[in-house]
């Protein structure tokens, strides 16, 4: 049974940025199956409202997520069993289906966090003042990676530097550390969209940040926050952290750049010997 918060869109600059929001909380349960169950458990969620999960702070919207969604399944839980499950008994309030700081599938599927996708239209001219590097070639080591990444097996493996930029961006900003697990899933694409430029995009499904709680209060991390997202105390709920996700996608499509270039120009001097 999964459990879950929503969604939107934000622009940045001449990159595009399209931003999702989806947590989730997955709870075990034993109970006896019937034809109603599904209509009973859809029921009673919807009885219990997501803005009743909330805190009466709105600013704890731009938290990460998790300690409110728990509090709102234990809520829900209770209106089931006060009503038409009387005998369920509760095995875990987290039966893992969320995969929280693991590597999973559903995540990179159906998102968690913030699904953000940042990108930008490269033009051959604007690329040479740069960089050597060739559109063509960029675009054929984003396939041959791909293809690979596919081969090893991997689910979230689609990128060159996601990891390091979000485990820069984490540590300054005072995020979960060990949400760097599942939020490094990216997926990197390329398509040649005329002869003279390139769209690179990078997707980030499972993006888990926050502007307040954990370690956003440390001094530091504060003031880098701050630093990124100027008066972020007075923006309208949720909207902090929503920039915070956008420029955090566009600092991670700006590596994958900066290093697909590099490649593509150590291929392209090694191709023309």
Known sequence: MLIGLQNGTIKLYQLETLLGNDNIRAVSL????????KQSVAQHISQTKTDTWLPVDGHERDAMGMNMLSNGVQKTLSTMQNG??????????SGNVCVDKKVSGINTLLGRGKSVTAQIL????????????????????????NLSTQKAGSVEGFSLTAAQTLAAVFTATGQDLAQLVESSSAIVSTSLASPDSLLLSVSL????????????????????????IPNRQTLPTGEAVRTLCSVTAALVLASELAALCEMAEQI??????
Request: aromatic content about 6%.
């Open 30 to 37: 034993r109970q006896q199956y019937t034809l109603s169950t």
């Open 84 to 93: 038409d499950w009387p005998d369920m008994k509760v095995l875990s309030l």
């Open 122 to 145: 490269l033009r051959r001219d604007v690329l040479s003042f740069s960089s050597t590097a060739s559109l063509e070639t960029i675009h054929n080591i984003v396939e041959a990676n």
């Open 205 to 228: 499904p499972c993006l888990e940040m926050a502007t307040v709680g954990g370690g956003t209060g440390l001094p530091a991390q504060s003031a880098n926050l701050d630093s990124i």
């Open 268 to 273: 392209d001097l090694f191709n023309s010997d």
